[in-house]
């Protein structure tokens, strides 16, 4: 406190007159802190807490002293939420504010009852990740992340600050933590802590014996069985009256934790929505606390907490606040808004002006959403609008993997814009916007090995793992099975249909508008590069992947990069650009986000990037209207200049080099020839002049060359079986 108000006096005579003061502190009180800023001061200084890291975690805690002034806060908050794209919660001056105050002590009670009951760190790590729900680093991996030096200061804070708190004798770490952190096992940035990596080898430490073991902890078949129940009232139900110690582990966090938000809810937060909004923003829980006791049965589990509070087998004795066990209450969320405590009352969301931006916010359970009036719905697509002139269309399927049947809805949907609506929006309700082509129909599309880190390593994707977020995506798509029967022209028919579709996204007598959040891979990075305009989130992971399972993109993507290549030379030597383009799509290159996306090529200086994703309809449906005054679909390109098969020869000298060194396979050199051979022209002379027809048979009869080789198709084989790429 002192070091801050010694810096806060030598900034004070320096800041300009509207400027806003804030700390980003979540230790110390922010009340405390205002006392050393000059009383003209105070009003323009506030608490800006961010959640590490910023990038990616959605929550800011704002928190007010008595003396703010709550324009400049209402003005910070549009800042925060609109500019920086982040979810802002207005918390109390409370020591370490909600998210930290909740998500510190769920973790000290996770900690507690892993040794109450003996069981071991890494099989805490099993039960307490997204087998409940939430982050996969769980509870351990989590501490080792944050530091554990880190997580005993912000503890530290909760002993100090909260003397006549009922869970006073939790707030400090075991001797075994401070065990570590005088060793200099501080977690991930030591690499030691918790845990610890010997050659391949995960090992974790063992509280027995004080040594580290390999880690293969593992939660018991039968909880699994219970987590994976469906039916929350039934799941908790399982836990409740089970006698495996694993079981009651779960139980104990979840009751402790409960109790402990129940009890401090009108102390540390308005509303029970800003709880459940911090844990889930701040701590990357799917639900919130009250959330889940909600849909588990809130009566229920209450009169279950009370029994275990008489008898002695909660954390702390405090009993449950009245409201808690109100008879006849279901919940603390419903289409009123959020129970509040200090009101008595439920209380709505913000009226602010900026959350008019977001007509689909971030909701919670018990919280009613409709998404407009169906225009029509099929198995695939569901094609609405929102009671204004713009036609959306969102996809169905798993994943939102694009098969014939939502090629058929896309297209139904054109049709609909184009007769009755101001143009069309991709949108999806939830991210991601398109794993791509489902390979059990349209195998037009595939999953993305992991990217090289260098044009050094041209093609090393192959003998590394694919990287998580593809593999997830890979997991969802099945084996081709038309393609292992044999059933090549069924194949062509549907590649044929996704370069129809692809194309009447272009030239639709409507603008049409991608509206992309989170994966966009093979095919669903074709329908972004041939709408008029995307709008895509800061966290897009967009790019052609087709590669990673032995193919090259067919949905027009090829096509659409050659014309950019024609584009940016303006007549000089477009060679250059070619092989930036033919170098993305040969690498399977993603962004790594919306602007990288850009610097690739995927995304066009025109397309727009959004920092909140619950804006992006809202700014999607605005692009759509400056495009649709005066709109006129392009006229189709009849006279395209190509690179020819000079072109086609250099990028493949630059391919035998890798061969001859060993970087890529025979196989590989095949499918890059080809991609080569399809973004240059074919095999013309330079300057030979195609229309978009020409490159899209060259893209469709390459792609059916490649998929009628045993390597191709073992390829797709493995991956989709094994999540990893094959090198053959």
């Not at 279950?304 to 702390?316: F, Q």
């Amino acid at each position: 406190m002192d070091w801050k108000a010694d810096l806060y006096r030598k900034v004070a005579p320096h800041l300009g007159s509207n400027t806003i003061f804030a700390s980003n502190t979540s230790g110390l009180s922010i009340n405390k802190l205002s006392e050393s800023l000059p009383h003209e001061l105070r009003k323009r200084f506030c608490g800006v807490h961010f959640f590490n890291p910023p990038r990616y975690m959605h929550l800011v805690e704002r928190i007010a002293c008595s003396e703010t002034d709550a324009a400049i806060l209402d003005d910070l908050e549009r800042f925060l939420v609109t500019t920086l794209g982040k979810g802002v919660i207005r918390a109390k001056d409370t020591p370490n504010f909600i998210a930290n105050r909740v998500g510190v002590f769920s973790l000290l009670a996770t900690i507690h009852h892993a040794e109450r009951l003996g069981i071991g760190f890494d099989t805490v790590d099993a039960l307490t990740g997204s087998l409940i729900g939430r982050p996969k680093s769980a509870t351990f991996r989590t501490a080792d992340v944050v530091g554990l030096d880190t997580f005993a200061h912000v503890v530290n804070t909760m002993k100090d600050t909260l003397p006549g708190d009922p869970w006073h004798q939790y707030y400090q770490l075991p001797a075994w933590p401070q065990d570590l952190i005088d060793q200099g096992a501080l977690g991930q940035k030591t690499r030691r802590g918790v845990y610890q990596k010997i050659g391949n080898d995960i090992q974790v430490l063992d509280l027995k014996t004080r040594n580290y073991r390999l880690s293969d902890g593992r939660a018991d078949e039968a909880v699994v069985e219970m987590l994976k129940n469906p039916d929350p009232a039934q799941r908790f139900a399982q836990l409740h009256d089970s006698g495996n110690p694993q079981a009651q582990f779960v139980w104990s966090i979840f009751r402790d934790s409960f109790h402990y938000c129940a009890a401090h809810l009108a102390e540390i937060a308005d509303n029970a929505r800003d709880l459940d909004f911090a844990i889930r923003w701040g701590f990357g829980w799917n639900e919130g606390p009250f959330e889940i006791w909600q849909a588990a049965g809130w009566q229920r589990l209450a009169n279950w907490l009370s029994e275990d509070i008489a008898a002695g087998r909660t954390m702390a004795g405090a009993p449950l606040p009245g409201w808690a066990m109100e008879p006849g209450r279901t919940g603390v969320h419903g289409p009123r808004g959020s129970y509040a405590p200090a009101r008595n009352a439920y209380q709505p969301r913000s009226t602010l002006p900026v959350y008019r931006r977001q007509a689909f916010p971030d909701r919670l359970l018990g919280e009613p959403v409709k998404y407009g009036e169906t225009v029509f719905e099929t198995d695939a697509v569901r094609c609405w609008h929102d009671g204004d002139d713009i036609a959306i269309a969102s996809f169905k399927s798993r994943m939102h993997a694009i098969g014939d049947d939502v090629l058929d809805g896309v297209a139904q949907a054109l049709d609909e814009a184009e007769r009755k609506y101001m143009g069309l929006i991709i949108w999806q309700t939830e991210p991601p916007f398109s794993v791509g082509a489902n390979l059990k129909k349209t195998p037009a599309g595939g999953a993305r090995p992991s990217r090289p880190s260098a044009i050094g390593g041209f093609f090393r994707q192959f003998k590394r793992e694919a990287e998580s977020l593809a593999l997830k995506a890979a997991r969802q798509l099945g084996v081709a099975d038309q393609l292992m029967a044999g059933r090549l022209a069924e194949v062509e028919r549907l590649v044929e249909q996704f370069q129809d579709t692809t194309q009447s996204l272009k030239y639709s007598m409507v603008p049409t508008v991608a509206a992309v959040d989170g994966l966009a891979l093979g095919g669903g990075c074709e329908f972004i590069m041939h709408s008029d305009r995307a709008v895509a989130t800061l966290e897009s992971y967009i790019g052609l992947v087709e590669v990673g399972v032995g193919l090259l993109p067919a949905g027009g993507g090829c096509k659409e990069f050659a014309l950019r290549a024609v584009a940016d030379a303006r007549g000089g030597d477009m060679s250059p650009f070619l092989q930036k383009y033919f170098k993305a799509v040969a690498m399977a290159e993603v962004g790594r986000s919306a602007e990288h996306a850009r610097e690739i090529g995927y995304l066009r200086p025109t397309d727009k990037i959004v920092m909140n994703r619950f804006e992006l309809l809202e700014v999607a449906k605005a692009e759509l209207r400056a495009l649709a005054a005066g709109y006129r679909p392009p006229l189709r390109a009849t006279a395209i200049p190509v690179a020819g098969r000079s072109a086609t020869a250099t990028i493949k000298a630059f391919m035998v080099n890798l061969l001859e060194g060993g970087h890529i396979s025979e196989h590989d050199y095949l499918i890059g020839s080809r991609i080569a051979t399809v973004m240059c022209g074919g095999d013309v002379e330079a300057g030979s002049l195609v229309d978009e027809q020409w490159f899209l048979d060259l893209e469709r009869s390459h792609f059916m060359e490649l998929i009628a080789t045993e390597k191709t198709q073992a390829r797709i084989e493995h991956m989709l079986k094994t999540g990893k790429p094959l090198r053959n």
